[in-house]
């Protein structure tokens, strides 16, 4: 997905709390090279996109999830009341829950797709960087690389 065709449907949290990290009227949390790996949406539970590098160079993106929707056998869709979870056989690469109107991402690891992005609710690590207690206001885009 790039940063200037996200999906129609995709509407984002006001604030979406990633390790102790925020970020409030935002739109994107990370992007490479123009590149959207991860879309948080608003929804009755936080509504997902994945995707991830098909070649070494970047150049190529496949979905793995659209709005929820597993487009490959081996990744896992669970739904819970009020949250999300994305089970691959590396383990879990997302937990997102919402509280209220926003969305708390309990756990992230990117790293089994080649990027370097990954975290708890206490930290978050994108490309050997530990980003703590850092509030992003009025962005497009949270953390950009390339």
Do not use: C
Not at 7 to 32: C, H, K, M, R, W
Not at 69 to 96: E, Q, R
Not at 108 to 125: A, Q, V
Request: charged residues 25%; without cysteine; positive net charge.
């Amino acid at each position: 997905m790039k940063i200037d065709s996200l999906p129609p449907q995709y509407q984002p949290f006001n604030e979406i709390d990633i390790g102790t990290n925020s970020i409030v009227n935002g739109e994107v949390l990370f992007a490479l090279n123009d590149n959207v790996p991860l879309l948080i949406g608003f929804g009755e539970i936080p509504r997902i996109w994945l995707s991830v590098p098909a070649d070494a160079k970047g150049d190529k993106w496949h979905t793995l999830v659209r709005d929820n929707k597993s487009l490959h056998p081996k990744v896992k869709v669970v739904k819970g009341d009020d949250n999300i979870i994305i089970d691959t056989p590396d383990g879990v690469v997302l937990f997102v829950k919402k509280i209220d109107r926003k969305a708390k991402v309990i756990s992230i690891n990117l790293r089994p797709f080649g990027i370097n992005i990954y975290g708890d609710e206490k930290s978050l690590t994108v490309m050997n960087s530990n980003l703590t207690g850092n509030k992003f206001n009025n962005v497009k885009v949270m953390i950009g690389i390339g």
